[in-house]
């Protein structure tokens, strides 16, 4: 048990360590909101798009019997669903591209590369990431979760004890109590351990 809360001492403040750096990294706040990255705008996009039968558009897969002006159609149908799913910020930058594969190149060109200046906004908002007094525990943890995939979207891996630490360190000082319980009350903690362990307490 001395050896596992040694550890567990060690991981803690090499995680406040990390956060600390990426606050004062911080040159102004960074919402997901303003990426097209983001995992659940992308995945409600998609669905639009299939349930219209406007994907072929996007992959730019035109039906050879199809008419030209058909497709036109199409293509308008498709770039006004991927318009209506923008946040106003990033359709500003896009407003100028009239045909959706020219959207969809702008949109990946601008945030869905995987470039070293995006892994480290994404680790930002994980390190930075915290919940105020009185926000419902559940929906803290949604919005974890949703960082999280975010990250694995942006090819960011966060080992599972780090995903334990940060969701800890992330709660407010009245969690103080619980927080060190579960860091300091176990040889071994799990991220549903965690998880199930606010859930059942907040």
């Not at 994907?55 to 669903?81: C, H, I, N, T």
């Not at 800890?168 to 362990?197: A, M, Q």
């Amino acid at each position: 048990m001395q050896k596992a809360s040694t550890v567990a001492v060690s991981s803690v403040r090499r995680v406040y360590k990390i956060r600390t750096m990426y606050i004062q990294l911080e040159s102004r706040p960074v919402l997901r909101t303003e990426l097209f990255s983001s995992v659940l705008a992308t995945v409600r996009m998609t669905t639009i798009l299939v349930q219209n039968g406007l994907k072929k558009v996007v992959m730019g897969y035109k039906p050879k019997r199809m008419e030209q002006f058909e497709w036109d159609e199409l293509d308008e149908k498709a770039l006004s669903v991927i318009q209506l799913c923008l946040t106003n910020n990033i359709l500003h930058e896009v407003l100028v591209e009239k045909k959706t594969s020219a959207l969809v190149w702008k949109l990946e060109a601008l945030y869905m590369t995987k470039t070293l200046v995006n892994r480290l906004v994404f680790k930002q908002w994980l390190y930075t990431f915290c919940m105020a007094e009185g926000t419902l525990i559940r929906a803290h943890i949604s919005e974890f979760m949703t960082l999280l995939n975010d990250l694995n979207n942006g090819e960011v891996k966060i080992d599972d004890e780090d995903k334990d630490l940060l969701l800890l360190c992330s709660l407010p000082p009245s969690y103080k109590t619980l927080r060190k319980t579960l860091i300091y009350g176990r040889d071994n903690l799990t991220f549903e351990d965690v998880k199930g362990s606010l859930l059942s307490n907040g």
